[in-house]
């Protein structure tokens, strides 16, 4: 059982260049999300969809789309990407949302992005 | 004030020492509590669920202090593989959003 996988695990960009990551979950969960974390910061979301065909802004979504293609993938894109983009992003999945719901993350591995 | 704060950490501690981490959350409204455990260069993963009356998995014990609006963590007789940062994480909202603290670094040592 794979759970959450994403890739690249490491890409280097240039200033304005665009990018898609890939996250795909095989446990048939219903929620997905993108975070990114910085040194000295907590992770923090920037998408999320709670379910297919439902994508919301978290809480840093400026320079980002995402796509939930079907249940079990979400790509986060960077249509010109920016040194503030530099990076650790990763993918989750999560059986639902909701308030109030001890529901678990599972995290997919990571990838490391630099934009130079 | 951050929605979830933690002590920054390192902590250093021998093996087989007794650890305890802090964490105060702003939100009143908070539904869901959490530790999570991240390796280093890795994908954090959910160590324990926080619940009101206190619980405890082998050597970690995790308490809710609702009125204080304060989690703890305690792991006793350390291991050199609990080396890790741990991160507190709050659920609040009526999207459940996951807040994240910045997490706390732990070193174990011989």
């Known amino acids: 059982n794979a759970g959450v996988t994403q890739t690249p695990k490491f890409q280097v960009l240039k200033t304005g260049q665009s990018m898609t990551l890939q996250c795909a979950q095989d446990m048939n969960h219903n929620s997905m999300y993108w975070y990114r974390q910085d040194p000295g910061m907590g992770l923090r979301l920037i998408y999320y969809?709670?379910?297919?065909?439902?994508?919301d802004k978290g809480e840093v979504p400026n320079g980002y789309n995402v796509s939930r293609l079907n249940k079990r993938e979400f790509s986060l894109r960077l249509e010109s990407a920016a040194p503030s983009q530099t990076s650790v992003y990763f993918c989750?999945?999560?059986?639902?949302?909701?308030?109030?719901?001890?529901?678990?993350?599972?995290f997919g591995s990571g990838t490391q992005l630099s934009v130079l | 004030r951050k929605e979830v704060e933690q002590d920054p950490g390192p902590f250093n501690v021998p093996e087989g020492a007794t650890v305890a981490f802090n964490c105060t959350y702003s939100?009143?409204?908070?539904?869901?509590f959490f530790w999570y455990r991240q390796d280093c260069r890795k994908e954090p993963k959910l160590l324990m669920s926080v619940y009101s009356s206190g619980n405890e998995d082998g050597r970690f014990t995790a308490q809710l202090n609702r009125a204080s609006q304060y989690i703890s963590l305690l792991i006793r007789d350390s291991k050199l593989s609990d080396s890790a940062t741990y991160l507190c994480v709050v659920r609040q909202g009526s999207q459940g959003n996951l807040i994240f603290g910045k997490g706390t670094k732990l070193s174990v040592k011989p």
């Open positions: 969809s709670a379910s297919e065909g439902t994508t």
């Open positions: 989750a999945s999560s059986l639902f949302r909701g308030p109030a719901t001890n529901e678990k993350l599972f």
């Open positions: 939100n009143s409204a908070s539904q869901s």
